[in-house]
């Protein structure tokens, strides 16, 4: 593959100009990229497959030069490292010198906090929502995007607490693919697998 679209990738502002097709066709590329360059290495492999589409969508939808994009634990970068305009840097990652394997800010803008322990993504996105409405209350959006895995710790339940009773406008995307560090347990866990396999969520589905 020759990835055109990776190659001119500059920053998400580029996602703006494409059409379905070229955004389907670099879906593609990320995932070939990922499949040639990570596959050979210690590194997060399925989980970063499994968000390319989420990454993109998130980045046609937000402008995240402003708005806010936390991804938990961090292991799910890779799309959008690759999204971000370092592409050409991509094949260092895990690598001395080279790209680091979780969100780093020094190398890019896109990259907020380096992040590593599970379950911190809402409380941060909530604490830059609300520092963002006292500086600067134009409307920016904070995001932050969690893994099943991620989930049952308490510090989510409470950033979700003080977001409902801040009356915040934060956005929880929930990555429920039942993989995680160790096996899923408790009333939590359980939920989610029955919540998947219900007919009204299916159906929203097709």
Known sequence: ??????????SPQDLKGLNATELKQLADEIREALLTIVSDRAAHFASNLGVVELCIALHLVYDFSKDRLI????????????????????????????LM???????????????????????????????????FNDGRHSVAVI???????????EAMNNAAGLNKDLLVILNDNKMGICPRVGGLASYLDKARVAPFYNGLKR
């Open 101 to 135: 394997g979780y969100p780093n800010p020094l190398e890019s803008e896109y990259d907020l906090f380096v992040t590593g322990h599970a379950g911190c993504s809402v409380s941060a996105a909530l604490g830059l929502k609300t520092g963002d409405d006292l500086v």
């Open 1 to 10: 593959m020759s990835f055109e679209i990776l190659n001119a990738l500059k």
């Open 147 to 157: 893994g099943d895995g991620a989930l049952p710790p308490g510090i989510v339940f």
């Open 71 to 98: 991804w938990d634990t961090g292991h799910q970068i890779y799309p959008h490292k690759l999204v971000t305009g370092r592409f050409h840097q991509f094949h260092s990652i895990r690598r001395r010198g080279g």
